[in-house]
């Protein structure tokens, strides 16, 4: 199974609303990444976190704050965001071992979230 | 600069013919390459991966090639099929980027149509 999951499918808030986006995996990956993808573009990267610990953050806007609670589980959180900020957000997951195998340390991604900002 | 590029933002191949969807980078420091499916509002699926110490690998009806003296990879599809039709991402990882986890980076992406 490589399914990783996302809630909600489709998100509309206000830039004063405050909300989270869920992303949850059942494969023992220690591994889990968080990226925006616009329109017709690539996913970009946002945060990684390696064994519950946030190893990456891409320069992100404090804005959008994750949360790793478990092993499991990867939230991101929402607060004045801004309409440019209206995005796909994928949750991905890998193994994550932490060595050199990294390289080689597939992701799997979520369906993703449709974010749209008012 | 550095980049993981295409050289065709779309493909259009009738249903049956075989598809290539190329791929370019320019970090011979990069040694892991993925291809990825997305389709139409969905994330990126999973298709095939190759280590850089490999020229070839085959899935099913899928072959990825990687050509290391010219930084080039292809993706191979056979007897294209309309479920092929969506945008195809090819993602390095370099070992010099980034902390120990190796981040992705995405190429532009190939929009595939195949037409009945």
């Known amino acids: 199974d490589t399914e990783v999951t996302q809630t909600p499918k489709h998100l509309v808030m206000g830039m004063t609303n405050k909300k989270s986006l869920k992303c949850e995996q059942h494969?023992?990956?220690?591994?889990m990444y968080w990226y925006k993808q616009k329109a017709k573009k690539p996913p970009e990267l946002m945060f990684v976190?390696?064994?519950?610990?946030?190893?990456i953050n891409e320069s992100v806007p404090s804005r959008f704050s994750p949360e790793c609670p478990n092993s499991s589980l990867l939230n991101l959180h929402l607060h004045a965001l801004q309409p440019e900020d209206s995005a796909l957000y994928l949750c991905?997951?890998?193994?994550?071992?932490?060595?050199?195998?990294?390289?080689?340390?597939?992701?799997?991604f979520g369906p993703g979230t449709r974010l749209t900002v008012l | 600069g550095e980049s993981v590029g295409l050289h065709l933002p779309t493909l259009s191949v009738q249903e049956g013919d075989n598809s290539i969807i190329n791929c370019a980078y320019s970090?011979?420091?990069?040694?892991?390459f993925i291809w990825y499916k997305q389709e139409s509002g969905k994330g990126p699926q999973f298709i095939i991966d190759?280590?850089?110490?490999?020229d070839k690998r085959q899935g099913q009806r899928v072959t990825v090639l990687l050509n290391k003296t010219v930084k080039h990879l292809s993706l191979q599809i056979a007897a294209t099929q309309p479920g092929d039709s969506a945008v195809y991402f090819c993602?390095?990882?370099?070992?010099?980027?980034?902390?120990?986890?190796?981040?992705?980076?995405f190429g532009k992406g190939t929009k595939l149509s195949v037409k009945p």
């Open positions: 494969m023992g990956h220690r591994a």
């Open positions: 991905a997951s890998s193994q994550g071992a932490g060595t050199s195998s990294t390289r080689t340390d597939t992701q799997y």
């Open positions: 970090n011979s420091a990069s040694d892991y």
């Open positions: 190759i280590r850089s110490n490999m």
């Open positions: 976190y390696s064994y519950e610990k946030l190893s």
């Open positions: 993602a390095e990882k370099r070992s010099n980027y980034g902390g120990s986890q190796g981040n992705l980076i």
